[in-house]
């Protein structure tokens, strides 16, 4: 008997934590063997070098979000999947209108990746007006979930539900290409030859990660400790990152050093990873550090570092907005980083195969062994 497939939905595959995540679940369900389609507005990304050959993948050929839906609810009543997974808003506000008009009806399964309420705060013109019809539409869904306790608190605050009928998937961080890539040589000469602490950050350069207050962190550190600094990703803010480094007059001592495919073995190689973020959602860059044995330094932001952390016993945490009291955490982590074990245990709760248990059981799935998944 042909077992039942599922849907995955997502713009493209360019780097970045959500479509990281999703591309780790896809990959951790296809190795069950379980039929998965991975649907596209965009062919494109990254990320798409490191899906499991037996992944299918179905393009839409399209432009924009917008717009998807159509595309979408075409291959709804043409593949016929037993339940549609989207993530963020923009994707989910498509999946279920899509959904609304397909005379297929798949389970639909809505998660967000972030704090729902920040993210609306930023949006203008149109997109703001379609995020304002979130309360109805999420209520069309089968299943909403955050990605941690907090982003679910924020998604029971914006659309009016109880956080007892939201539900928590937490993100598939930790896998064994994670382990094998953080034992390769970092592509980097200041931790090939180390001669002072390197610190590392990994995120998109945007406003949510605050990179201004982790540059003032970092320059009140230097007044003490000689180190360099490392920011990998890319995004909006760089031009603005590399003047306020510049006028800060530590811009040798800091490398904006883009995306990188492999940012474990960046992890797994330097003195401290940092987080400055004013909120998050479920950050998977700090448990892929802890897994590569990082020490972490972070602000105690809303929603994920506490969570991660246990409330700081497994890394440091300073208030948001502190640019004296980071730099004292980073001093502070630099002399004494602690044993990289219980970081990398903690960090190995959040695996990819525990996710794709979650994720089946959402669908409405009985799991009876790896290799051997049936329709509820």
Not at 127 to 142: E, M, N, S, W
Not at 144 to 160: F, H, L, Q, T
Not at 311 to 331: C, H, Q, S, W, Y
């Amino acid at each position: 008997m042909t077992k039942p497939h599922l849907a995955f939905f997502a713009h493209d595959l360019r780097g970045g934590g959500a479509e990281r995540a999703m591309v780790r679940l896809v990959n951790a369900m296809a190795r069950r063997d379980i039929p998965i389609d991975l649907v596209l507005v965009k062919t494109e990304g990254a990320f798409l070098q490191e899906l499991d050959p037996r992944v299918r993948l179905v393009s839409l050929s399209g432009r924009r979000t917008a717009t998807s839906f159509i595309g979408l609810k075409r291959y709804l009543n043409d593949s016929r999947p037993v339940a549609l997974i989207s993530a963020m808003t923009h994707i989910n506000i498509s999946s279920v209108v899509a959904r609304m008009l397909s005379k297929h009806k798949p389970k639909l399964i809505l998660v967000e990746h972030n704090q729902f309420d920040r993210n609306f705060a930023l949006k203008k013109g149109l997109v703001r007006l379609a995020y304002k019809a979130v309360p109805y539409l999420y209520r069309q869904a089968d299943v909403v979930a955050g990605v941690s306790e907090g982003v679910r608190a924020s998604i029971a605050d914006v659309i009016g539900l109880p956080p007892n009928q939201l539900s928590v998937l937490y993100n598939p961080v930790i896998t064994p290409e994670l382990a094998e890539q953080s034992l390769e040589k970092p592509n980097h000469i200041w931790l090939q030859n180390r001669d002072r602490p390197v610190l590392l950050a990994v995120g998109r350069l945007s406003k949510s990660k605050n990179y201004p207050l982790l540059l003032d962190a970092f320059s009140l550190l230097l007044q003490n400790v000689a180190a360099r600094l490392i920011i990998l990703g890319e995004g909006e803010l760089r031009d603005t990152l590399v003047a306020h480094a510049k006028a800060l007059g530590i811009i040798d001592s800091v490398d904006f050093a883009g995306f990188q495919q492999n940012p474990f073995s960046y992890m797994s190689s330097c003195d401290v990873f940092v987080m400055s973020s004013d909120w998050e959602g479920h950050p998977t860059v700090m448990l892929e550090a802890m897994a590569c044995g990082a020490p972490i330094v972070s602000t105690d932001c809303r929603s994920g570092p506490s969570e991660i952390l246990a409330g700081g016993k497994f890394g440091r945490l300073v208030p948001t907005g502190d640019a004296r009291a980071l730099a004292i955490a980073l001093e502070a982590t630099i002399a004494a980083p602690g044993s990289a074990q219980p970081r990398i245990a903690r960090a190995n709760e959040f695996n990819d195969n525990a996710s794709a248990d979650a994720y089946l059981a959402a669908a409405g799935y009985q799991i009876t062994r790896p290799s051997d998944v049936i329709s509820a």
